[in-house]
């Protein structure tokens, strides 16, 4: 019985570990409250209606959200690169289902995973800060 108690506590231990590097690079975004509504009759969420598109939307989050439709659901994810401080260039700019910053280093998120795409620097480890969505309707409400 000894012997199972010391087994499990082992495991358990093993199995708790973290991803130190993970943490110490995804420390840039701010834990920034967000619940917003978003009509998809109005005529700036029009594009929502298509699978494959997304919008932006500025003054919420940490540098905006961007909302899209993968066809299978509505995703948001913060706006922010998440792999630099938040600033005038680190937010992403649409185009469909990925985003890109405009800080001159070709980073590019894909919006149904927020995972980097092509990513070749092993220092860009941070995904996308990703927020809930719950669809009613013809509404929206996204919210963390």
């Known amino acids: 019985m ?10 358990l231990f093993l199995g708790c570990s973290s991803n130190t590097v993970r943490n110490e690079n ?3 975004l701010l834990d920034i409250n967000v619940n917003i509504n978003i009509n998809l009759s109005l005529p700036q969420y029009s594009t929502l209606g298509f699978v494959g598109n997304s919008i932006y939307i500025s003054g919420v ?4 959200v961007i ?3 993968t066809g299978s659901s509505f995703m948001a994810w913060d706006a922010s690169d998440p792999n630099y ?3 005038s260039c680190s937010a992403l700019v649409p185009n469909g289902l990925f985003g890109t910053n405009d800080c001159g280093n070709g980073n590019t998120y894909n919006f149904v995973t927020g995972e980097i795409s092509d990513n070749d620097d092993p220092t860009l480890v941070c995904a996308l800060k990703n927020y809930r969505v719950q669809q009613n309707g ?7």
């Open 26 to 28: 995804c420390n840039f």
């Open 61 to 64: 989050g940490n540098n905006g």
């Open 85 to 87: 401080v938040p600033g």
């Open 67 to 69: 909302v899209a439709n």
């Open 138 to 144: 013809n509404s929206l409400t996204i919210y963390n």
């Open 2 to 11: 000894k012997s199972l108690f010391v087994l499990m506590f082992t495991l």
